[in-house]
């Protein structure tokens, strides 16, 4: 099946890149893997067949899918055939927050932590893995541990404070200096699985689309 797609997030993941954004027809998300198990795509499978260059955010697409193959939370998952992969165009914010707005939520994930247990994982029950937020105060601190640089996010919604996001976005991530802004729009995704050190579903920020002071 052919979909056109409206790109949000190009994040670091595996090795490779978690793709996401809004199908066009339908105004859902979509997130584009490789395989049945989820598997994100690698650089060279971004890369376009009728114009030079590689998918980046905001980028308007076409491709031929296989399947959902939806796992646990990720119910988002659709296989791509990414040698079909072709640009149509390039969208702005603006006129992806009148296509889809930014979307309500009583917390982000079900509570204002960096993550969840196993167990409130299987309480929530959550159908989605993806959210597209209005963060107020956002912020973002670097840190050095060890021989890597830690990039985290605290910033307010709905009147609740976050703290120590993760940050997957390649754009932040390859910086080293603290940024604050006063609003920012953020795609916020969780794993289908928990970090194998401790259990713990970790919230990362894939996506950060400042506004203008």
């Known amino acids: 099946m052919i979909k056109d797609v409206v790109i949000l997030t190009k994040s670091t993941m595996y090795g490779g890149f978690c793709i996401t954004g809004f199908e ?4 859902k998300w979509i997130r584009f893997v490789s395989d049945a198990l989820g598997t994100p795509l690698m650089g060279p499978q971004t890369k376009f067949l009728n114009v030079p260059g590689f998918l980046e955010p905001l980028d308007i697409v076409r491709v031929n899918t296989t399947r959902e193959v939806p796992i646990n939370n990720h119910t988002e998952d659709v296989i791509v055939n990414y040698e079909t992969l072709r640009k149509r165009g390039s969208s702005r914010l603006e006129a992806v ?106 919230k990362f920020a894939a996506k950060i689309f400042p506004l203008p002071e």
């Open 24 to 27: 066009l027809k339908s105004r």
């Open 97 to 202: 927050l009148r296509f889809h707005p930014a979307e309500s939520h009583e917390y982000i994930f079900g509570n204002n932590s960096d993550s969840l247990t196993e167990q409130e994982m299987n309480t929530f029950n959550f159908n989605y893995s993806l959210v597209f937020v209005n963060a107020k105060n956002f912020e973002i601190t670097y840190q050095k541990k060890r021989e890597r640089i830690s990039c985290r996010a605290s910033f307010s919604y709905n009147n609740h404070k976050y703290s120590s996001i993760r940050i997957t976005d390649p754009v932040y991530t390859s910086r080293n200096e603290n940024l604050k802004l006063n609003e920012a729009y953020l795609i916020v995704s969780m794993p289908k699985v928990p970090f194998e050190k401790d259990g713990r579903f970790y």
